[in-house]
């Protein structure tokens, strides 16, 4: 055997229109992959940035304010108040935007149905 002969990498059969299709798929899956991975990057850097934002806002403001009960009124540290909102507003957010169990069991019936394909 000479040294061209060992250099030369086997040669491989032509590929079967399945192993392209598979290999195709492969690649398709990837990339959905890839995209999926950048948004939450993205997404994590916009959380950072507001989190940082409210932090710094947050600790801006320490006086005492006071808060109108219907029958009373309390004073309370404005940074209280602001966690206190900040939290709320984000369960009430997470509750309002997120698809009812309904829409959830549809999509994941939609899911198979594609797959299955």
């Known amino acids: ?3 061209h002969e060992r250099t030369q990498p086997p040669e491989r059969a032509p ?3 399945e192993e392209r ?3 195709e798929a492969d690649q398709e899956h990837m990339q959905r992959l890839r995209r999926q991975r950048q948004a939450r990057v993205a997404k ?3 959380v950072l940035v507001i989190v940082i934002l ?3 806002f947050v ?3 320490l006086d ?3 808060i109108d009960f219907v029958f009373t009124t309390a004073n309370f540290p404005l ?3 602001l966690i206190f909102m900040t939290i709320l507003g984000g369960v009430v957010g997470y509750l309002l935007g997120r698809p009812s169990k309904e829409t959830r069991l549809h999509e994941k019936h939609d899911e198979k149905k594609h797959d299955e394909k």
Do not use: F, G, H
Request: proline share 8%; hydrophobic share 50%.
């Open 1 to 3: 055997m000479d040294e």
């Open 15 to 17: 590929e079967s229109p």
């Open 21 to 23: 299709e598979a290999r």
């Open 44 to 46: 994590a850097v916009v």
């Open 54 to 56: 409210l932090i710094v």
């Open 59 to 61: 600790t801006r403001n």
């Open 64 to 66: 005492d304010v006071p």
């Open 79 to 81: 940074i209280w108040v």
